[in-house]
Each structure stands twice: as C-alpha cells, then as structure tokens.
C-alpha cells in the first residue's frame, strides 16, 4: 500500500484515524493498540508472509531490552553484544547472503548457488531502530517499558517502510501524552499541508522525472557528454524529491495523529560542504551511524588518522546499509573520501585564513558539493560495476560530445565553431534532448531557489529536530513564503492536491523502499 495510492488515501487512512481518535474518547491503551495493528496491516498489504518475522523481531528485541535493562554487568553487557549480533544475523541473512556467496564463487571459481531470498520491506530501518532502543536500554536512557507503546513505536505506518529511524526517547513521551489522542484541528492542518507538499513532490516531480533518467542506466550504450550528464542529473533530481516526498508525507501523516517525526531531510543540495551534507540527508541515518558507530569507534577525539579511518569506516557501512553489491560499497567510499578531503581541507584552509565567508566561495563550495554528490550517484543507481564506468567515461567525455541535429539548425551559426572544439551533431532525440534539460533545469530551480517545506511552516513546529530560529531566515523567499491558515493557501494547496490526484493513474513506489 502506497501513501500515493487512492486505497491507502480514501480508504486506509480515513479507517484508521477516524478509528484512533474514536478510541481516544475512551481508552488511550486502545487507541494505541489500534494504531500498531493498523500498522501491521499496512506492513502486511505489502506480503503478510514477513508479518511474523516483524513480529518475532519485536518480540525478541522487547524481552532483550527488558533483560538488558535488569541485569546487573558483566551479563548486561553480554546480553546487549549478543541482542545485536542476532539483529545484525538477520539482516545479513535477508539482505546480504546473496551477495557473500556471488563474491564467493568470484574469488573461489566454485559455483555457490544463490539462494531463493526476498528481501522483507523496511527490515533494515525497524532492525536500526530496534538496536537503538537496546543501546539506550543498556545506557539507562529508556524510561518506559509499555509493551504496547513498544510494539505501536517499532510499527508506525508513516517510518516503517522507509523511516526515519526513530530513538525510542523521542516517540514513548508522545505515545503516553493524553494530547496525542485528542483530535486537534492545528495538527490536522499542518499535517495536510505537508502531506499535500510531499503528494505533489513525487507525483508532479520525481516520477515525471523517471523517464530521463532510467533510460540511461538501463542501456547506456556509450552516452555523449550531454547525454551522460542529462541521466545522470535528471536521476540526482528524482532521488531528492522521491526521498524528500516520502520525508514531507511521513512528517505530515504522523502530525494527522497528533505525533511528531524526527527531520530526516532538509535541503541537502543547498549544503556548502560534504559534511552538511550528510547532516541534511537522511539524518537519522546519520544520527544513528554517529552515535552508535563513529563515537564508539572514537569520533574526532582519536588523532587524523584515526578521525579518517573512523570516517571511511562509517560510510563504507552506510553504503553496504544501502544495499548488498560493490556498487554500493564504492558509493560509500567515495562519500568517505569526500569526508576525509572535507576535513582535511577545513583544517589546511584555517591555518592559512582563506576567506570562505564569501558569497563566490559558498556558491562554488555548493557547485562543488552537489557535482561530487552527483557523481557518486551513478554507482549507486547502476544495477552493476560495468554500467557505471561506461557512464563515468561517458561523463568525462570518453565518448564524445554529442548534440541533436534539431539543436544545431537552431544556433546554425556556432555550428562551425563547436565542430572545431570537437561537438557532433546526431539525427533524432531532439524533444528528448530538450525535455530532460528543462526537467533538470525546472527542479534544479524548485531544489536550489524556494523553501522547502519545514521552512515553509516553520511556525508550527512541523519536526524534531527543526530549529527554525537557526533554520528560517527573518527575510527572503523563506520569510514570505510562510504558510499560515488562510483563503489564498488554500486554494493553492487544494489545486495542488487535485492536480496530484488526478496524475495518480499508476502510483510509484518510492525509490528508498528497496532499502
């Protein structure tokens, strides 16, 4: 079941929050309960058959953090070790066995045959969040053990299939708040309205731009600069307002229920550095990968070596979260050298006081940031290591640059001269041409130029995690784009939303399902 579905939009939802606020009335354990068995029903519409292994999961995770939290050491610390091994046994299990064994039969010439493995939606975000709670339970940080309020805090529909992954400290608080029961009619306002955003995001945005990008990585048949880069953008801008549509839609149906999400994407293409970057993109991936991984291994408090090693280590992870194949661990490697390069830089550029308050730097810091960003998206979106270097060659003008015949008949007069510096001119894939450059150019505009959503309602507290004091300038398009209640955002929300719905004619699944 997709949020951009009209089964989950005008059947699913309506059943289940007129359920939850009815139960409210009455019984706050009830309407909790409602809400985690709607949540495993939507888990289940997907393939019931993993139902039980979600299941089984919170079962083994909840007596684990029970037992961790009345031991006494060294057995508490024994219990926590072997909690998360088993964790991590299972997602290897589903998620990279396959992998272990191709890589096997690579090394070995031995034909170890994959086995017969479907990868259960959403296992890796509610494994990462169940870790957290057994580290914070080993930490003392967890104060309620509600069986309930466990079971509704590890299936919540809006972060189960694709997060954000959630701290136990952050949600148990607002699941025992008698508020969150009572249907409010600013969080159902806030929350339409960030839902609408987010609707209007995947539907009239990233699957519009599905069609320029996958072409490339599914026959790249040795792509011209400008075809190269054309796909390869076209996806950079379909994976940021897919990821950020399911973020917006995620925030603004929690809120409907009078619950907050932590943020989990803020403009990460507006980020000056590698290291904001990362703060903006997916951020409770890289809070959990911060906290449970990098601190651990030493953080910065470890000497540059170390502070480097720990950096690559982390991303290199991050990357094999992502996905099992090489691709994905260059991909990772490639955001740990950009990190070890960043803060290599940081400390060289400090002690020689270069000037990076200015407006140039930070636009080429940005311009910068985003190419680098971009390049290593080619591995993570090509299916295997072949694809991705003939993309690469393609991008650094290996084979050519190539423009449409239709283009040149309209700059007939440069023609001359761009034959010289070695451009060619090809019959047909003119409107192509066209259409993904102005796809490119209409999201880069919508992604570098306006708010985004959390800016836009920054008044009404839209996540965790969002300072708009530090966030939401006082001036500019963000200040006067402010979203408050009134005729005129209504009828601009109420278009958006039927020019959404009436584009729902096959729905898409979100592109960070298959993690």
């Known amino acids: 079941m997709l949020f951009n579905s009209f089964i989950f939009l005008f059947a699913y939802l309506p059943v289940v929050l007129g359920g939850f606020f009815w139960l409210g009335r009455r019984n706050h354990t009830w309407a909790s309960g409602w809400l985690a068995f709607a949540s495993l029903f939507f888990y289940g519409y997907w393939d019931y058959r993993y139902v039980p292994l979600l299941l089984a999961s919170i079962a083994f995770n909840y007596w684990s953090g029970l037992h961790i939290s009345h031991a006494a050491e060294p057995s508490r610390k024994r219990w926590l070790v072997l909690a998360i091994a088993a964790n991590l046994s299972l997602l290897a299990y589903f998620k990279y066995a396959n992998f272990f064994l191709d890589t096997a039969s690579f090394i070995s010439n031995e034909d170890f045959s994959s086995l017969d493995i479907i990868l259960p939606i959403g296992i890796s975000f509610y494994t990462f969040t169940q870790i957290a709670f057994l580290v914070d339970t080993y930490q003392d940080k967890v104060r309620e ?133 990362w703060r903006r993109w997916h951020m409770t991936l890289s809070r959990f990968l911060r906290d449970y991984l990098y601190f651990p291994l030493g953080g910065n408090r470890t000497g540059l070596f170390k502070r480097y090693r720990n950096l690559m280590s982390v991303m290199l992870l991050g990357g094999m979260w992502h996905g099992a194949g090489w691709n994905f661990i260059i991909w990772g490697g490639l955001h740990g050298c950009y990190l070890v390069i960043h803060h290599a830089w940081a400390v060289i550029s400090k002690r020689l006081g270069f000037p990076s308050e200015s407006a140039v730097w930070k636009l080429t810091a940005t311009a910068t940031t985003f190419v680098a960003v971009c390049f290593a998206w080619v591995f993570f979106r090509s299916p295997d290591l072949a694809t991705s270097w003939e993309i690469v060659r393609g991008m650094t003008g290996g084979f050519g640059i190539g423009l449409p015949d239709a283009i040149g008949n309209r700059i007939a007069i440069l023609v001359p001269a761009l034959q010289n510096l070695g451009v060619n001119f090809y019959l047909g894939g003119g409107l192509h041409f066209v259409e993904t450059w102005g796809w490119i150019a209409f999201a880069a505009a919508i992604a570098f130029l306006l708010p985004n959503t959390q800016e836009l309602v920054h008044r009404f507290d839209p996540a965790l995690d969002f300072n708009p004091a530090a966030q939401t300038p006082k001036r500019g398009m963000a200040y006067r784009l402010t979203w408050m209640p009134s005729r005129l955002w209504a009828v601009f929300l109420g278009s958006l939303t039927v020019i959404s719905l009436l584009s729902l004619n096959r729905p898409n699944e979100f592109l960070y399902f298959q993690f």
């Open 145 to 277: 053990y509600q069986f309930v309020h466990y079971l509704l805090f590890v299936t919540y529909f809006p972060h189960l299939i694709a997060g954000p992954i959630l701290h136990h400290k952050e949600m148990m608080p607002q699941f025992a708040d008698g508020r969150m029961y009572r249907l409010s009619a600013t969080n159902f306002a806030v929350g339409v309205t960030i839902f609408s955003f987010g609707l209007a995001k995947k539907v009239l945005i990233a699957d519009n731009l599905s069609p320029y990008a996958s072409p490339l990585f599914e026959s790249p048949d040795s792509p011209s600069l400008f075809i190269a880069w054309g796909g390869v953008l076209a996806y950079s801008f379909q994976l940021y307002f897919d990821f950020s549509a399911y973020s917006d839609m995620a925030i603004g149906l929690s809120r409907l229920f009078g619950v907050r999400l932590p943020l989990n994407f803020n403009s990460p293409y507006k980020a000056e550095n590698i290291s904001e970057f």
